[in-house]
């Protein structure tokens, strides 16, 4: 099974979203999935595990993640105490630098999480009561739709991004613990398929490095990122694929053949079932 996208139905011209203390059983909850959009979610109550990219993390009251576009991740509320939140996303072109030439970026969150691949923020008191505010004000404004209330969700949005730019200030910000939920071997094996990526890696290499049986290794894998191996290792292929797409002037080949496909058409093949279009179609929409 692939990875779900996430579709967004909104209005090309006001590329946002928010679902508003939203809770979830885990039946409910979206499979595996990835999508173009960023996202925050904010944790009111309740607990659960996240896996986002290559960690599990506790949710507790408080949290906050930063998800960037293309990011794998799934939800896993408890059963007894689900988890209530605020889940905000928004493409990256909506809060662009308004001058030409400016360095300032509200992306620079998103982009500090996918780096340090720490992606959980343990919310200080001050800023939890301010970002609840925050998306109180953007709620009302969305179910309100008064003049201008584009432009209020906006700057709502910008006053949460440039108060979590100043809270994940890495000297502000000590690394968060991911959860210790899984066996180590596992979380060693998440590390180890990011760094082989483009390898010769697979279920039989993996499960024999781990020194555990293919079969063992597959109902763990499951159980802690919601998908196989296979699934797993070619989604994040293409996710880098696209990255190559967007930052270089190589051609399809070549990146397919990079990201450790056999062939073009089946490098054609997967791009679309997990992004929607063709490589060549994305790298149309890009330029």
Same mark, same amino acid.
């Given at each position: 099974?692939e990875p779900?996208r996430k $579709?967004?139905h909104?209005d090309?011209?006001?590329?946002?979203?928010?679902?508003?203390?939203?809770?979830?059983?885990?039946?409910?909850?979206l499979? &595996? &999935?990835?999508?173009?959009?960023?996202?925050?979610?904010?944790?009111y109550?309740?607990?659960?595990?996240?896996?986002? !990219?290559?960690?599990l993390? *506790?949710? &507790?009251?408080g949290?906050?993640?930063?998800?960037p576009? *293309?990011?794998?991740h799934?939800?896993? $509320?408890d059963?007894v105490?689900?988890?209530?939140?605020?889940?905000?996303?928004?493409?990256p072109?909506?809060?662009?630098?308004?001058?030409?030439g400016?360095?300032?970026?509200?992306?620079?969150?998103?982009?500090e999480?996918?780096?340090?691949?720490s992606?959980?923020?343990?919310?200080p008191?001050?800023?939890?009561?301010?970002?609840?505010?925050?998306?109180?004000q953007i709620?009302r404004?969305?179910? !309100?739709?008064? #003049?201008?209330?584009?432009?209020?969700?906006?700057?709502h949005?910008?006053?949460?991004?440039?108060?979590?730019?100043?809270e994940? *200030?890495?000297?502000?910000q000590?690394?968060p613990?991911?959860?210790?939920?899984?066996?180590?071997?596992m979380?060693?094996?998440?590390?180890d398929?990011?760094?082989?990526l483009?390898?010769?890696?697979?279920?039989?290499?993996? #499960?024999?490095?781990?020194?555990? #049986?293919a @079969?063992?290794?597959s109902?763990?894998?499951?159980?802690?990122?919601?998908?196989?191996?296979t699934?797993?290792?070619?989604?994040?292929?293409?996710?880098? @694929?696209k990255e190559?797409?967007?930052?270089t002037?190589?051609?399809?080949? #070549?990146?397919a053949?990079?990201?450790?496909f056999?062939s073009?058409? &089946?490098?054609?093949?997967?791009?679309?079932?997990?992004?929607?279009?063709t490589?060549a179609?994305y790298?149309?929409?890009?330029?």
């Open positions: 099974m779900f $579709p967004f909104s090309a011209t006001f590329p946002f979203d928010m679902v508003y203390k939203d809770t979830k059983q885990s039946q409910e909850e499979p &595996h &999935h990835l999508h173009d959009w960023c996202e925050l979610i904010y944790v109550r309740g607990t659960g595990k996240f896996f986002i !990219d290559q960690k993390y *506790d949710m &507790h009251p949290d906050l993640f930063i998800i576009e *293309d990011t794998i799934r939800a896993f $509320p059963r105490r689900p988890v209530t939140s605020t889940a905000i996303f928004f493409d072109s909506f809060v662009r630098p308004s001058y030409i400016d360095t300032f970026t509200y992306l620079h969150p998103f982009r999480s996918k780096r340090r691949k992606y959980k923020l343990i919310c008191p001050a800023f939890r009561n301010d970002l609840e505010q925050h998306m109180q709620q404004e969305m179910l !309100d739709k008064r #003049s201008g209330y584009r432009h209020a969700v906006t700057l949005l910008q006053y949460i991004l440039f108060g979590l730019i100043r994940t *200030d890495p000297e502000h000590p690394e613990a991911s959860s210790d939920y899984g066996p180590l071997w979380q060693q094996t998440l590390r398929i990011d760094g082989h483009f390898g010769d890696i697979g279920l039989a290499s993996l #499960s024999r490095q781990a020194a555990v #049986s @079969a063992h290794f109902r763990v894998f499951k159980q802690l990122t919601g998908m196989n191996v699934t797993y290792i070619t989604t994040k292929r293409i996710i880098q @694929a190559l797409l967007r930052q002037d190589s051609n399809v080949s #070549s990146i053949v990079l990201c450790g056999e073009l058409p &089946h490098f054609y093949r997967v791009f679309k079932k997990i992004t929607g279009v490589p179609a790298k149309r929409q890009i330029l």
